[in-house]
């Protein structure tokens, strides 16, 4: 027997009297618990209340996963604290209600189940999950600036162990399937053509539900939490600071005030209120829709490929094929010979067992990771990727002897972090199929390919580019081809401002607490030796030469040294163990707030330049750019958001008094007038 009544709902009564709920929200690629969601959910309990059932399962008839999360469209309207408050302790109720249906519930996880989908699993008696890499599930929020507030935490901390699931939750990680059942968030892990079949068996039978242990009981006693408190406190603060993220200090006082008290559903709903209209948040679910925004762009074409060819196996190409065989495609890599194929191999193998873990899926990847010294793949790919090093003459020459060989619908990649696509393209007889892809290291780490184009970039390739790299889970960024594209160019004049403080004599260790405390990942220095000073000096070089500017001789003399920052074990830092060795600052006359301003200033004065210019296509494109690009202050919104929230004859003045002090590299670009009148 169907129901029939709802949009986004299907009830379906079986033989065994098994109520099927199935969630296929209505116009939407995926599942959400929008508002009209939970008040289709609202009336199914009702019948659920008012009939006797052998059991429920809750299930997605989305091929995409089985629930997203809330609508976090609708938490934009969710300044007022009262009614956030009054609309998270409703949805409280409904899974209430869940868990207290008389009858077995079950949940059958395929695909993502995020925030809110994790804590409506959690109101149900069992939990299933498929046995797929795609299969992921988490409590996301404290991403968006908030925390678990539909009784996530009071489910997952009484179910789970406690230092389990603030992990979860602080973190924002998701759990594999088999990463899941080993914490005990879910109870079985089955194939896909098994799932049906182990919730009905599970209902039937009614298999003792996992309760909590007395080791799990005893961490959450309430002597016991102040001191893992304490700890958890100390870990959130190494990576984000409680002025810029209330969300994690907010979720450890919660559990350490009120766990296991009757007053602790409450006060969630309480506390997620209180953050939810903070800038922080409402930043945060900006930078949100901005990811959302980038992964739109990759959906403009149908194009998808299924075998990958790069040239160069050094660091990048090599990682750039490892990325694309951990995503399921076919990878030749090609270089002059096997021996310089290896070591890209060799970190291949160390990649996907980190990430796969499971035997038969490392030697599948594996298997689609072919050394190819003589390019036979070349003929045969969709997608041909150059990674060699940057010299004009020896790309040319190398996209000159390929041109032929390769299918003609083929993407045409160039991995160029400066080079001009014009000049690139110079020899190619059909140039308009020359696109850029230009990947950050670390691969396996930086979401961000900026898709380079200029005026001869045909706009289906470009389209084509921008599906690719979603296609292996990257975020694309269109960008015009210009020297230094976007984030090279928006983060140099970042990194030159930290080089000439250093060679004021102003502490490195001292320049990067400014940074960090202004809400930056990493500090500008630190950044530097991690690139590679020979890097920095190599893209300022090209940059200084195209549009102006001056390098700090510091660089020079560290580059000529052989100082080349952690690779060398020396840069501006010395390192020990891969570690900086931070020297306390001592003596320091200049302030925290003007090393924060002259290296923000530089950054948000290139990208104001860069707007102008039509680098990329608005703000909110620009922001997403150097978001995920560069990591800047992600609570911040963006530098442009955050330039909005300045006052243009301050920071006119302001721009004046540095530009006398420090010369001529502080010049505010017209382009801010526009932006704050």
Request: with cysteine.
């Amino acid at each position: 027997m169907t129901n029939k009544t709802f949009h986004h709902w299907k009830k379906v009564v079986d033989e065994d009297n098994i109520a099927w709920l199935h969630l296929d929200r209505e116009n939407a690629n995926a599942n959400t618990l929008s508002s009209e969601v939970m008040k289709e959910f609202e009336q199914l309990l009702e019948q659920l209340e008012q009939h006797v059932y052998k059991g429920v399962v809750i299930l997605s008839d989305k091929k995409s996963g089985f629930i997203a999360g809330a609508d976090v469209n609708e938490f934009l309207d969710m300044t007022d604290e009262d009614k956030a408050f009054e609309y998270v302790e409703y949805c409280q109720s409904l899974f209430n209600r869940l868990e207290q249906l008389p009858c077995p519930t079950v949940a059958l996880i395929n695909g993502f189940c995020m925030g809110g989908g994790t804590e409506m699993v959690l109101a149900c008696n069992y939990r299933i999950a498929e046995d797929e890499l795609k299969t992921r599930i988490g409590l996301p929020e404290i991403n968006l600036g908030i925390h678990p507030g539909f009784g996530g935490v009071v489910r997952s901390t009484r179910l789970l162990s406690p230092l389990a699931a603030m992990d979860m939750m602080l973190t924002g990680r998701p759990l594999s399937a088999r990463a899941a059942l080993r914490i005990g968030l879910v109870n079985y892990v089955v194939p896909d053509r098994h799932m049906v079949n182990a919730a009905r068996k599970t209902i039937l039978h009614r298999p003792r539900p996992v309760k909590a242990g007395m080791i799990k009981k005893l961490l959450s006693h309430r002597i016991i939490r102040p001191l893992i408190a304490q700890q958890m406190r100390k870990r959130v603060m190494k990576r984000a600071s409680k002025a810029h993220y209330p969300a994690p200090y907010a979720l450890i006082e919660l559990w350490e005030k009120y766990a296991g008290s009757s007053q602790m559903m409450q006060q969630e709903a309480r506390s997620i209120s209180k953050l939810i209209g903070t800038d922080t948040a409402q930043n945060l679910i900006h930078v949100f829709f901005l990811q959302n925004g980038m992964k739109e762009t990759g959906k403009e074409s149908p194009f998808k490929a299924r075998h990958v060819h790069v040239i160069g196996a050094g660091i990048m190409g090599g990682d750039i094929a490892c990325w694309c065989a951990l995503k399921g495609l076919t990878v030749t890599l090609q270089d002059q010979s096997p021996e310089r194929i290896a070591p890209a191999i060799k970190r291949a193998a160390r990649l996907f067992r980190k990430k796969l873990k499971i035997r038969h899926r490392v030697t599948a990847a594996m298997d689609r990771l072919i050394p190819d010294p003589d390019g036979y793949g070349l003929k045969n790919a969709d997608v041909i990727i150059e990674a060699i090093f940057e010299d004009l003459k020896t790309k040319q020459e190398l996209f000159k002897k390929i041109e032929s060989a390769a299918k003609p619908d083929a993407l045409f990649c160039t991995n160029t972090s400066s080079i001009p696509l014009n000049e690139l393209g110079s020899v190619l007889e059909n140039p308009s199929r020359l696109v850029g892809l230009h990947f950050f290291n670390p691969v396996e780490k930086m979401q961000l390919i900026e898709i380079v184009h200029d005026k001869d970039t045909n706009e289906q390739v470009t389209r084509d580019a921008s599906s690719f790299a979603t296609q292996i889970g990257k975020l694309p960024l269109k960008v015009k081809s210009s020297p230094g594209f976007l984030v090279n160019r928006v983060l140099m004049p970042y990194l030159l401002e930290a080089a000439f403080m250093v060679q004021e004599g102003i502490s490195p260790t001292l320049i990067d607490k400014a940074a960090l405390d202004f809400g930056m990942p990493m500090g500008p220095v630190e950044l530097a030796d991690k690139v590679g000073l020979d890097i920095c000096l190599s893209v300022a070089e090209i940059l200084t030469s195209r549009l102006g500017g001056e390098i700090p001789d510091i660089l020079h003399d560290r580059v000529s040294s052989g100082n080349l920052g952690i690779k060398t074990d020396r840069g501006f830092y010395e390192y020990r163990k891969g570690k900086p060795v931070k020297v306390k600052a001592e003596g320091q006359s200049i302030t925290i707030i003007t090393i924060q301003d002259r290296l923000v200033f530089r950054l948000m004065n290139e990208a104001v330049t860069c707007l102008r210019e039509g680098v990329v296509d608005g703000e909110e494109m620009l922001d997403a750019g150097i978001i995920f690009g560069t990591g800047f202050a992600p609570f911040t919104g963006g530098p442009l958001k955050y330039l909005h929230t300045l006052k243009l004859e301050s920071q006119k003045k302001r721009f004046e008094e540095l530009n006398s002090k420090y010369g001529g590299r502080f010049v505010m670009d017209k382009g801010w007038e526009k932006l704050l009148c």
